[in-house]
């Protein structure tokens, strides 16, 4: 069965630092796409980056980027130059490989507090 | 705004009344998701619709749980009988199926509080 693993429940790091979200899955299929989501207490789930399995690079958006193992199968999340505002939950998530659908699976999520 | 948006943002209602909540997608995305978050988890997946049809439901949908979606635009998902384990914040999406990514836009979401 697929599934998403993310082992930090909660992280800190000082404002200007980078931070890595850690993210491992499980999948036999190998055709597969990964997002990672912000969610602030607002509640609202932000897209911030996609890795699709057969990329060949790994993925960036502005200060993310995703360090796509496939290997080790990890996807981790790197987020530059920290900012306040990046305080938030962030979500791991892997679309269901093979279904017809494109639904999500996610992780727990990793708690980020970012410090003055 | 043309995000998903979501009503009401919040309900509290006592064991045993019925609820209903309503997700109004982006306009052009005839993919709508529904999706369950309790406290300290992420997102589960309840059911999926592509334009009016429902395509699939999860074992989490109870026979309590129904969702419709009559002219493949808005949607409603209703619990009957609500019972404390329904407490959760009830998520909708939308998205297109011929982006390559298929990124599912999300709604701010409707907090259920079951007393």
């Known amino acids: 069965a697929q599934k998403i693993t993310q082992t930090q429940p909660g992280m800190f790091v000082q404002e200007k630092e980078a931070v890595t979200l850690d993210c491992t899955y499980d999948?036999?299929?190998?055709?597969?796409?990964l997002f990672w989501y912000k969610q602030p207490s607002s509640g609202e789930m932000i897209f911030l980056i996609y890795?699709?399995?057969?990329?060949?690079q790994n993925a960036t958006e502005g200060r993310y980027s995703l360090n796509f193992q496939k290997a080790r199968k990890s996807a981790n999340l790197v987020i530059s130059a920290s900012q306040l505002g990046d305080s938030a939950m962030y979500f791991c998530?892997?679309?269901?490989?093979?279904?017809?659908?494109?639904?999500?699976?996610f992780g727990t999520g990793t708690l980020l507090a970012v410090q003055p | 705004d043309t995000g998903v948006s979501q009503n009401p943002r919040h309900k509290i209602t006592k064991r045993g009344q019925n609820v209903t909540f309503r997700c109004d997608p982006i306009?052009?995305?005839?993919?709508l998701y529904w999706y369950r978050q309790t406290l300290g988890q992420g997102p589960e997946f309840l059911t999926y619709?592509?334009?009016?049809?429902?395509?699939?439901k999860s074992r989490l949908l109870s026979d309590r749980f129904s969702a419709e979606r009559p002219k493949g635009s808005f949607s409603t998902l209703e619990i009957q009988r609500t019972e404390q384990g329904d407490s959760a914040m009830y998520l909708c999406?939308?998205?297109?199926?011929?982006?390559?990514?298929?990124?599912?836009?999300f709604g701010p979401g409707t907090r259920l509080t079951v007393t």
């Open positions: 999948t036999s299929d190998p055709s597969y796409g």
């Open positions: 998530a892997m679309r269901e490989p093979g279904g017809a659908t494109n639904k999500l699976i």
């Open positions: 619709f592509q334009n009016e049809a429902q395509l699939e």
């Open positions: 890795q699709g399995s057969y990329d060949q």
């Open positions: 306009s052009e995305h005839n993919r």
């Open positions: 999406a939308s998205s297109l199926p011929q982006d390559r990514v298929n990124e599912q836009y």
